[in-house]
């Protein structure tokens, strides 16, 4: 299986500042066929489902302000949030989706206001 | 526009049983594996069953194996998960996800 390291547990962010949100997978998500990493990103606030952020490491889902960017490529990604929003209070989590079978999960990244 | 939505969740008591659904449309449903994922209150979020597209195959995270039957109807575009033997630690939204796509989820709580 598939095991994804999130880092850091929680993260406390002026407003304005950036926010970096780390995830390491224990192996390669990188489909060489196609050239595309299969990890996405999420947002979930209280009550709420996971909301799709960013797909294929770094494309950006349709209506995602622009200030959230994803990176990486193999087994080290990235999820910044360049200028942070009170509305961007919520966890994150990254997903592997490299194998159809036995999706796996960041343990999630608790995003506050300092 | 792919869209999933579940249903069929609520509340058992434990040892009871549930059948779940996900409705799928937006996309060639027999031509997907499909997952179930759930997320118990305030915790993150754990993979539980997969199935392949023709429904020859399933796998299931141990916590569930045994108790757990996922299934498919490539005729109505329908993803199935037979809860039975239901724990208290079963308690989760329960989420239908394919790739980056997910339903809104369905809830089933388990309490005597």
């Known amino acids: 299986d598939i095991v994804m390291t999130q880092s850091p547990h929680s993260l406390a962010v002026s407003l304005g500042e950036r926010a970096t949100i780390n995830c390491k997978s224990s192996q390669s998500l990188l489909y060489r066929s196609n050239n595309k990493n299969y990890l996405a990103w999420y947002q979930q606030k209280p009550g709420q489902p996971p909301k799709l952020l960013i797909y294929?490491?770094?494309t950006r889902e349709s209506g995602v302000p622009d200030r959230f960017s994803g990176s990486g490529s193999g087994t080290d990604f990235t999820l910044t949030i360049s200028s942070l929003q009170a509305e961007d209070v919520a966890i994150y989590y990254c997903?592997?989706?490299?194998?159809?079978?036995?999706?796996?999960f960041g343990q999630g990244t608790k995003l506050e206001i300092k | 526009e792919v869209q999933l939505v579940e249903s069929g969740g609520g509340l058992v008591r434990p040892g009871g049983s549930l059948r779940l659904s996900c409705a799928a449309s937006g996309f060639i449903f027999r031509n997907y594996s499909m997952n179930w994922v759930r997320q118990a209150p305030g915790k993150g979020l754990e993979w539980v069953s997969s199935i392949n597209g023709s429904g020859s195959y399933t796998d299931y995270a141990d916590s569930v194996k045994g108790r757990f039957t996922v299934s498919r109807d490539n005729s109505k575009n329908i993803l199935y998960l037979q809860v039975n033997s239901l724990r208290v630690e079963d308690t989760a939204v329960y989420y239908c996800?394919?790739?980056?796509?997910w339903g809104r989820g369905t809830l089933v709580t388990v309490s005597s």
């Open positions: 997903h592997q989706y490299y194998h159809t079978f036995r999706y796996s």
């Open positions: 996800v394919l790739a980056a796509y």
């Open positions: 294929w490491a770094s």
